[in-house]
């Protein structure tokens, strides 16, 4: 596994929890120390099971190879960040190794989300003979796994389609993200952009906004965003009319992203900053930073956010569609409970939605379900064994059927 942030942590909680499917784990990141404690952590919680840790860049493809070629994985769990996709895939070709991640790539100074870069590597995984798995957490992830449930299950033909993704917990923080600063901003502040009729439509950021009402939760205001999973879901069931994404903001959120926009503390291009040296002589020196980073630094840490995160997420697929020539409708979602999450991981609900996915996408490679040479999406794959496994790992799912559904 790369990484040893909130996301990682959740994944290893639950990999260690099936060790015996498992087998071995490895925990590498950009700091060993942060591994290190996260096995700790680990420990702390009664599991006694050695687990190797070490430092990596994984920007760097000779650092990444060395270290696969030490450890030889079977499966490489990409917990990083987006900006390391394409650098941990191209080890994996070169080491023989299978692929997992949570995110689709994006280069770090255009914040662009599209799923073409890594598609581009299907013919070569294929060749080698080795699977990578894109996108396994809650959304992407079992968003469209839900999708592919429903389909397989419920429908003839899927036609409209909403991913509804609501977090009604309070972190009791004036402002803070709920997965990493950086790359949750860049993804907030972009257009938005939704399907239609086979084509793609463009909305200015946070433009399209209503009120959804959550199972347990009640109305949120919902904001239209482009997710990624949307260019997949659209490519693999082309009877979709119409696909979009919502996410819900409160006001004093959006409140604090209007500022940090206003003031360019969302800029992703370098800044000439005058910076004190090392030395302790007072003497500056001018160096090149980029705006966002600096505020992730001074951000509290998503993975500090836990201890007294209340309320829960509730996040699900509204389909309409038909089946038997009859239109049918159908909502199949999750609810998550921050203070759960919390007492099992030591984490929030948003990185144990999105650690658990990881773990059982990883779960069906390693069990050989899904097991295929080429480069894939969740919805690619059969659903059953996913969603059974949903239920035993922490993140059961509920179903309705018929009801009229508000978007
Ligand atoms: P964090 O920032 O908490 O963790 C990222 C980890 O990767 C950190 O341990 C970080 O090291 C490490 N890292 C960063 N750069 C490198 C590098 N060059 N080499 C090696 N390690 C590196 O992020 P999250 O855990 O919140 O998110 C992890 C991933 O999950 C992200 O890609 C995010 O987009 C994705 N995600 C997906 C969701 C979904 O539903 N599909 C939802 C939420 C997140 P350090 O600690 O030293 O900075």
Not at 263 to 285: H, N, Y
Request: hydrophobic letters at 35%; charged letters at 25%.
């Amino acid at each position: 596994m790369i990484g040893a942030g909130g996301v990682a942590t959740v994944a290893a909680f639950k990999i260690v929890k099936n060790i015996d499917i498992f087998g071995k784990l490895m925990i590498a990141s950009r700091r060993k120390e942060k591994c290190d404690k996260l096995v700790d952590a680990i420990h702390a919680k009664g599991y006694n099971i050695d687990i190797k840790t070490a430092q990596v860049d994984a920007d760097d493809i000779e650092q990444l190879k060395a270290l696969f070629s030490d450890f030889k994985p079977h499966l490489v769990i990409n917990l990083a960040l987006p900006y390391q996709d394409l650098t941990i895939m191209e080890a994996c070709l070169a080491c023989k190794c299978n692929y997992l991640d949570t995110a689709n790539y994006e280069p770090k100074d255009e914040a662009h989300f599209e799923y073409s870069w890594q598609w581009a590597y299907k013919d070569k995984f294929e060749k080698a003979g080795l699977t990578a798995i894109l996108g396994c957490g809650f959304d992407p992830g079992v968003s469209q796994v839900f999708t592919a449930y429903a389909a397989k299950h419920y429908f003839d033909e899927i036609h409209y389609l909403d991913i509804v993704d609501c977090n009604a917990g309070n972190h009791h923080k004036a402002f803070a993200t709920n997965f990493n600063p950086e790359i949750n901003i860049r993804e907030i502040t972009q257009k938005g952009l939704y399907y239609e009729n086979g084509k793609w439509i463009e909305t200015a950021p946070l433009s399209i906004h209503q009120d959804i009402t959550y199972p347990n939760i009640g109305p949120r205001d919902s904001y239209l965003m482009h997710h990624e999973e949307l260019e997949s879901l659209v490519k693999n069931f082309p009877s979709i009319k119409r696909a979009r994404f919502w996410m819900t903001f409160g006001k004093q959120y959006l409140n604090y992203l209007d500022v940090i926009q206003n003031i360019g503390m969302s800029r992703i291009d370098e800044v000439v900053f005058e910076a004190p040296l090392a030395d302790g002589t007072g003497k500056t020196e001018r160096v090149k930073i980029v705006p966002l980073q600096f505020l992730k630094a001074v951000l509290p840490n998503p993975q500090d956010l836990g201890e007294n995160y209340d309320g829960e997420t509730s996040i699900g697929c509204r389909i309409r569609g038909v089946k038997n020539g009859k239109e049918q409708t159908y909502y199949i979602y999750n609810n998550c409970k921050h203070q759960d999450a919390y007492n099992e991981t030591g984490m929030q609900g948003v990185s144990y939605t999105t650690g658990v996915p990881a773990m059982i996408g990883a779960m069906m490679f390693v069990k050989g379900i899904w097991s295929k040479p080429g480069v894939w999406n969740l919805e690619d794959f059969d659903p059953d064994p996913f969603m059974e496994q949903l239920n035993k790992q922490g993140l059961p799912w509920c179903e309705e059927f018929g009801k009229d559904l508000e978007v």
